[in-house]
């Protein structure tokens, strides 16, 4: 019973320690009904670029996410009676990011099927290119050998 | 050479051995990203696109309706594409700056944010022309009502300094943070936690209009 309890003081005095000591940024509390939506299409932009999406496939995207911030703009700088028309341009921002995500979850699996290809052939072009150096390898020795062998048949024995 | 001696059969595994870990090493090196280092740049310029220059006739003690002209700047280095955010704020002798240690903002209220979102290596600048169009001097101290930035009126809720001396302007750069679906201050990079602001200040002893051109 005393050991548990002490498990349990400890336990606590570990996780206050944790909390204490990890700093609490502040954050922004903008865009909030937004905010799931731009989260899930950065983070699919980024899965895109992990996997080796390049940056001209990527730049597309992060021109509409752009445009997506810019309408953003210009919803939250209308005045409160034009609701409808804020809502309005809301939804077409949303619109914007889910085609983003959906764009770029479409660019991480062909990316990451272009990847392992790549890494498939570069890997196959090094076994390739050491088979290729040690038939090199036999070749230049055989070739040395002969050399060697006729240049010892064609010397010549001079009386001094 | 003749593959029936074992001696050059072994001499011929050792040869093919090397030349495949050399040749597979390189190819490791090649498909695997090299680590680098993350940071954002962030900076102010003068007029001219220089350190230099930040006020008219290099002179912080503005007017009113004083045009400043400057160029705001971030460079993403991070590796990938980020959602940053230049926070502007209006600060006084008592404000308290931003602290690196404990990675808080400026307590000063927020004028003005811009957004953008950057691809891996871009520069964001822009022109930031700023000018105070609307102040009071009452009791030894200068109340600035309104500001105009990039030809928007900003309401300003009643910053005032000693004898209009030590107004400020804090800029601060707000990133993305993918963990938590916000904006903080600052950015995480090889488990620690960095931030990037800037200050300038300025003077408006006599909140009066600029003189005319002679």
């Known amino acids: 019973m005393t050991r548990a309890s002490a498990w349990l003081i400890l336990t606590t005095a570990i996780l206050i320690a944790v909390i204490m000591i990890s700093p609490l940024y502040p954050s922004a ?27 001209n496939e990527t730049a597309p995207l992060v021109a509409l996410l752009n445009k997506a911030l810019a309408l953003n703009q210009e919803a939250s700088s209308l005045p409160p009676n034009q609701t409808a028309q804020g809502n309005t ?17 479409d660019l991480t699996t062909t990316s990451t099927q272009r990847t ?45 | 050479m003749k593959l029936t001696s074992t001696q050059n059969k072994r001499s011929l595994i050792a040869v093919f051995i090397v030349l495949i870990v050399i040749a597979e090493t390189v ?7 090299r680590p680098q280092e993350q940071f954002f740049q962030f900076y102010v310029l003068g007029s001219n696109g220089l350190a230099a220059d930040y006020y008219p006739q290099n002179n912080p003690n503005l007017n009113l309706a004083s045009p400043v002209s400057w160029y705001l ?22 404000t308290i700056p931003p602290n690196d ?39 030894g101290a200068t109340h600035i009502l309104t500001i105009q930035i990039n030809n928007e009126t900003y309401n300003v809720s009643n910053w005032s300094a000693t004898n209009g ?50």
Not at chain 1, 123 to 141: K, M
Not at chain 2, 128 to 138: D, E, G, K, Q, R
């Open chain 2, 27 to 33: 190819a490791f090196v090649t498909t695997t990203p």
């Open chain 1, 29 to 55: 509390q903008i865009n909030q009904p937004l905010q799931p939506s731009f989260g899930q299409a950065i983070v699919a932009v980024n899965n895109a670029e992990a996997a080796g999406a390049t940056p």
């Open chain 2, 101 to 139: 240690t404990t990675d808080t903002p400026a307590s000063a209220p927020e004028l003005v944010a811009f957004d953008r979102a950057l691809m891996d290596n871009e520069t964001w600048e822009f022109p930031f022309v700023w000018s105070i169009t609307n102040a009071t001097s009452t009791a």
């Open chain 1, 89 to 105: 341009i809301l939804s077409g921002v949303n619109q914007i990011l889910t085609n983003v995500t959906n764009q770029a979850n």
């Open chain 2, 165 to 214: 001396y030590n107004f400020r302007l804090i800029l601060e750069l707000w990133v993305w943070q993918t963990n938590s679906n916000t904006l903080a201050f600052g950015w995480n990079s090889n488990g620690e936690h960095r931030t990037a602001w800037l200050q300038l200040w300025f003077n408006m002893t006599t909140p009066t209009p600029p003189p005319p051109p002679a």
């Open chain 2, 73 to 94: 700047g971030v460079t993403n280095s991070m590796g990938n594409v980020q959602l940053v955010e230049i926070r502007l704020k209006l600060g006084n002798e008592t």
């Open chain 1, 116 to 160: 392992s290809t790549n890494k498939i052939i570069t890997y196959v072009a090094g076994l390739i290119l050491a088979v290729a150096g040690t038939f090199a390898y036999v070749f230049g020795v055989e070739l040395y050998q002969r050399y060697r062998i006729k240049r010892t048949f064609q010397m010549r024995i001079k009386a001094k």
